[in-house]
T-cell receptor, first 112, second 115 residues
Framework: ETGVTQSPTHLIKTRGQQVTLRCSSQSGHNTVSWYQQALGQGPQFIFQYYREEENGRGNFPPRFSGLQFPNYSSELNVNALELDDSALYLC???????????FGPGTRLTVL | QQQVKQSPQSLIVQKGGISIINCAYENTAFDYFPWYQQFPGKGPALLIAIRPDVSEKKEGRFTISFNKSAKQFSLHIMDSQPGDSATYFCAASVNGGTSYGKLTFGQGTILTVHP
């Protein structure tokens, strides 16, 4: 069984740029959630995708957007990057309407 | 609004000792309470989880104790080992309808087990 994978591992951007992060869900999982983890903090829920539609959103501005594809992989897009967007971005996948979330290794985004 | 409060921020335990991490929540609609373990440079890994219809769940050296009336739950790590040194997060979610798996995390506890 293939686990959750994310790409890239690390990314450096400058303020005002746009970034796209990618996630492949674990085999058999059709729900993907994205989280932002600032240094020394717990992960914060950004949004969840189920059946290629957004299924709930946390307290993040509209410049954070996402997509889910028919193969259940997902993208997180962040526009107009700000310094505070520097964080580890985690993707988690789960089976349909299941509690258990399985996390990928994350993408470390640094905004200069 | 922080809905899940975790303590302590850091914990040092000797090998073979018991590590105890506590969490308190505010939202009485929460009905799923997992604990995650995270090593540096890795994503969180699910350790153990509990639902509010039971007061305790044990898996190997890891036990969750749950107190619904106090809105508190805790993780106990028995016979702590140096390999347990990691950051531990409690979390909670509301589940029902199409709302599953949207986790609210605590701030984390850095556990160090000395040999």
């Amino acid at each position: 069984e293939t686990g959750v994978t994310q790409s890239p591992t690390h990314l450096i951007k400058t303020r005002g740029q746009q970034v796209t992060l990618r996630c492949s869900s674990q085999s058999g999982h059709n729900t993907v959630s994205w989280y932002q983890q600032a240094l020394g903090q717990g992960p914060q829920f950004i949004f969840q995708y189920y059946r290629e539609e957004e299924n709930g959103r946390g307290n993040f501005p509209p410049r954070f957007s996402g997509l889910q594809f028919p193969n259940y992989s997902s993208e997180l897009n962040v526009n107009a990057l700000e310094l505070d967007d520097s964080a580890l971005y985690l993707c988690a996948s789960s089976r349909k309407l299941a509690n258990e979330q399985f996390f990928g290794p994350g993408t470390r985004l640094t905004v200069l | 609004q922080q809905q899940v409060k975790q303590s302590p921020q850091s914990l040092i335990v000797q090998k073979g000792g018991i590590s105890i991490i506590n969490c308190a929540y505010e939202n009485t609609a929460f009905d799923y309470f997992p604990w995650y373990q995270q090593f540096p440079g890795k994503g969180p890994a699910l350790l153990i989880a509990i639902r509010p219809d039971v007061s305790e769940k044990k898996e190997g050296r890891f036990t969750i104790s749950f107190n619904k009336s106090a809105k508190q739950f805790s993780l106990h790590i028995m016979d702590s080992q140096p390999g347990d040194s990691a950051t531990y997060f409690c979390a909670a979610s509301v589940n029902g309808g199409t709302s599953y798996g949207k986790l609210t995390f605590g701030q984390g506890t850095i556990l160090t087990v000395h040999p």
